[in-house]
């Protein structure tokens, strides 16, 4: 098993995109899913739009040639004035997975945002998605914000 992390050529686009559906993960049941399609899939075509920004990047992670995971890392300002990297997008081909693709991910991320002089990586995920959670956890992150909701 080779694994490399790379950026994200344009020849990658069709296989990232084939990934966006992953991203519905941990999203609440009550939201419509035709819309939540939608929405991931605009994000990862956004992410990709914009990749050659000096402050974002698509980076995929290729085991033995092949693309089985993507971050996508920008800038992001809090509404407390901070500006941090945030991590918009990780996915990992259901194949691929409990491989360590998504820690050396997000350890790319982390390269990324410490280069760029960030002081401060964030990330947001579905509360349902246990998976990520753990990850981000075993990876040092701290619960920061909740949002919660209910129905009228």
Do not use: C
């Not at 069709?14 to 035709?34: D, F, K, N």
């Not at 901070?82 to 691929?96: K, M, Q, S």
């Amino acid at each position: 098993m080779t694994l490399h992390i790379r950026p994200a050529q344009p020849s990658d686009r069709p296989t990232i995109l084939a990934l966006a559906p992953r991203l519905q993960a941990g999203v609440a049941s009550w939201r419509e899913p035709g819309a939540v399609a939608e929405a991931v899939e605009g994000w990862v075509r956004s992410s990709l739009d914009r990749a050659a920004e000096a402050e974002q990047a698509v980076l995929v992670a290729e085991l033995d040639r092949q693309v089985v995971g993507f971050v996508t890392v920008s800038q992001h300002r809090h509404w407390a004035g901070d500006t941090d990297a945030y991590i918009g997008e990780l996915v990992v081909a259901p194949d691929a997975e409990g491989r360590g693709i998504g820690k050396a991910l997000v350890r790319s991320a982390l390269d990324w945002a410490r280069m760029h002089g960030y002081t401060r990586v964030v990330v947001a995920t579905g509360a349902a998605n246990h998976a990520a959670r753990r990850l981000y956890a075993l990876l040092g992150f701290d619960d920061e914000d909740v949002t919660l909701s209910r129905a009228v």
